[in-house]
């Protein structure tokens, strides 16, 4: 397995893992099962365009973990990046693993190589969240030297009245 930068092409696959990974684990889920379909879109079609403004935001810090097999291209997970070179802090929004892959270090290598961005572009700090209900979250970003520093209560509601 290595780690290579986004290429135009990517996309689609990247999407539909991000929907995939997601599952279970993603705020707009918990809203629509709280309040059902908003806008005539569900939880997968808002998650995937997060996957969308990720890449728009900083295309050149979108990293995909790929596996050659048969001498074919396998992507089997990413991590997309933004940084704020003012602030000198780097920030993961999504890390994402496939089934079926996870499990074998893969997440931990994305991150590393996150990491490794942010220190190339001068910051000095990372930031990564995760939800409670996340079961990898909370286990792998103190395994990669990510400290707790606060927690967030999302709130949501119907603007019908």
Sequence with gaps: ???R???PGDEDLLRAMTV????????????ER?????HGHDWRW???RQFDADLAANPAGLFVAVEVVDGREQLVGYVSTRVDPEAG??????L???AGHRGRGIGKRLIA????????????????ETLEQNPIGPRLFPACGFVEVARKIYYARALDH
């Design 1 to 3: 397995m290595h780690v």
């Design 20 to 31: 995939e990974a997601f599952a279970g684990t993603s705020i707009d889920e918990n809203i």
């Design 89 to 94: 802090i780097g920030h993961i929004p999504h």
């Design 96 to 98: 994402v693993v496939a």
């Design 34 to 38: 709280r309040f059902g379909l908003i």
């Design 113 to 128: 190589h996150a990491l490794d961005y942010f220190r190339r572009q001068g910051l000095t700090h990372a930031q990564i």
């Design 5 to 7: 930068s986004y290429r």
């Design 46 to 48: 808002r998650k995937a």
